[in-house]
């Protein structure tokens, strides 16, 4: 069997569904991955997979911009001429999909997230219904990562009626293991997004300036890549010592060891947080946003707090709830979110689902 694999980033990729390119191999199938050039790609043929490299703006609303896709998809498709296509994100899901439709190739879409254009009604929000509409008409299975996904894409007509709600890209919990609670007095929090307003930097600034002044025993850490807007912000909190700025990494995972809690006050319309899946993979707490993709991880109270949207003072009190912890209770609490991931979000789930599908669509 052969299998395409449209995805607008190999890091992504690499990170949240290799074991589903393995799996899809190990299977005994033959499988060609069509992404932007990065360093990573060889990472991609050592898996055994084949590597297409695509030029996708990912940023880019404007369709006229994306013909240079659309025109490598078409050639793609046809000299691959695959028995099946998975897709990831509105892009390759829409063009690969209306290729697809047009040659009677069976797609395996994922919708990662609906991304801010859906959320508000505009002109522009109404263009990317009938791309959605057309691109994915004939899909044999739609993946949704949450509920609300679902549930917006069946209202609005988004998508044929073959939708199945997976936790995400779930996490791999070998590689993110259960780690020891830190024992050190002084109480770490920490931040793990690209820098942007709609992840919550705001929210997560405006908390570090009030709890460092009454609790000077904590620190606040940022991983990430930061946009232009919030450099000279980052810079100066970071010389007065509100916080620690650690730039960008390859792998969070001794970030996420070395602190207490990870607070993730995003607004952005995600699918499913892989922020706080591995933050509670990894056995720490969380304070999240009461929005898809970030409530389904968290009980309040239980394994993390959740708090209101773009609500600064709702994240100062919830950290001042956690603070106000023993050191067990804390630790309890990392514990419980590590369990509830073995039982809701292990990647093994996502990677049965997958193989399942390709089996259905292609019998």
């Not at 570090?208 to 232009?228: M, Q, S, W």
């Not at 993979?281 to 999240?288: D, K, Q």
């Not at 039982?343 to 997958?354: C, G, L, P, S």
Request: proline share 4%; charged share 25%; hydrophobic share 35%.
């Amino acid at each position: 069997m052969k299998v395409l694999l449209l995805a607008n980033n190999i890091g992504g990729l690499l990170s949240f569904r290799k074991e589903v390119v393995e799996a899809i191999i190990k299977d005994g199938n033959e499988i060609t991955i069509s992404a932007p050039y990065d360093d990573r790609y060889k990472e991609v043929t050592e898996m055994g997979a084949s590597y297409v490299d695509i030029a996708i703006d990912r940023r880019s609303t404007n369709p006229i911009k994306d013909l240079s896709l659309i025109r490598h998809y078409i050639k793609l498709i046809k000299k691959e001429n695959p028995d099946v296509v998975l897709s990831y994100t509105i892009k390759p899901n829409v063009y690969g999909g209306m290729f697809c439709r047009w040659c009677g190739i069976p797609q395996i879409a994922n919708i990662t997230g609906l991304g801010t254009a859906l959320e508000c009604s505009s002109l522009l929000q109404k263009f990317i219904f009938i791309l959605y509409r057309i691109g994915l008409k004939k899909a044999k299975r739609v993946f949704f990562q949450n509920q609300d996904n679902m549930n917006f894409c069946i209202k609005n007509r988004l998508t044929p009626n073959c939708g199945y709600l997976i936790p995400g890209s779930g996490v791999n919990l070998t590689r993110f293991t259960s780690q020891e609670y830190p024992a050190d007095d002084k109480v770490k929090f920490i931040f793990i997004s690209r820098i942007m307003k709609q992840k919550g930097i705001d929210q997560y600034l405006d908390t570090a300036k009030v709890i460092r002044k009454e609790y000077p025993n904590t620190e606040f850490h940022i991983l990430g890549f930061c946009e232009d807007s919030y450099e000279s912000i980052l810079k100066e909190l970071s010389n007065d010592g509100t916080i620690i700025y650690h730039g960008t990494t390859s792998d969070v995972r001794p970030f996420i060891a070395n602190v207490h809690c990870t607070i993730h006050p995003t607004y952005y319309p995600e699918g499913m947080s892989n922020v706080l899946l591995e933050s509670c993979a990894s056995g720490r707490p969380v304070i999240t946003t009461n929005r898809s993709g970030c409530r389904e991880i968290v009980d309040d109270g239980v394994n993390g707090y959740i708090v209101k949207q773009q609500n600064s003072r709702d994240v100062i009190e919830k950290v001042r709830k956690f603070l106000s912890l023993s050191w067990e209770e804390k630790r309890e609490m990392g514990l419980i979110a590590r369990k509830k991931v073995e039982e809701q979000f292990d990647r093994n789930i996502i990677v049965k689902a997958y193989l399942e599908a390709i089996h259905e669509v292609i019998n």
